[in-house]
Nanobody, 128 residues
Framework: QVHLVEVGGGSVQAGGSLRLSCAASGYTSSSRRNCMGWFRQAPGKEREGVAA????????FYADSAKGRFTISKDNAKNTLYLQMNSLKPEDTAMYYC???????????????????WGKGTLVTISS
């Protein structure tokens, strides 16, 4: 059985940084076509893709809102996915979810309803 567990959320001021981690158990993340990534959902808003990565090659893809500020990475030995978030803004406030699904990287961020596995989320709150 696959479990994705996110940690690392918290409350920081605008301009600060946080690093989210997603530990994957029961999931072989290093397979060539496996893709993992992060979605977020702010109160009253739809869930949106933030960043995704092919766990085999390390090729990454970012939403425009994340480019230049967030970095997605993975440690296959630890079966762990990371999201380093810098220069955080109040509009980054959301519940952040780790997900896994074998879809092309170019469309992965837009297929939130089709992911194979989800974590329960970790809350990120950015104050101005």
């Amino acid at each position: 059985q696959v479990h994705l567990v996110e940690v690392g959320g918290g409350s920081v001021q605008a301009g600060g940084s946080l690093r989210l981690s997603c530990a994957a158990s029961g999931y072989t993340s290093s397979s060539r076509r496996n893709c993992m990534g992060w979605f977020r959902q702010a109160p009253g808003k739809e869930r949106e893709g933030v960043a995704a990565i092919y766990t085999g090659s390390g090729t990454a893809f970012y939403a425009d809102s994340a480019k230049g500020r967030f970095t997605i990475s993975k440690d296959n030995a630890k079966n762990t996915l990371y999201l380093q978030m810098n220069s955080l803004k109040p509009e980054d406030t959301a519940m952040y979810y780790c997900a896994a699904g074998r879809y092309p990287l170019s469309v992965w961020l837009y297929l939130s309803d089709s992911m194979d596995y989800w974590g329960k989320g970790t809350l990120v709150t950015i104050s101005s």
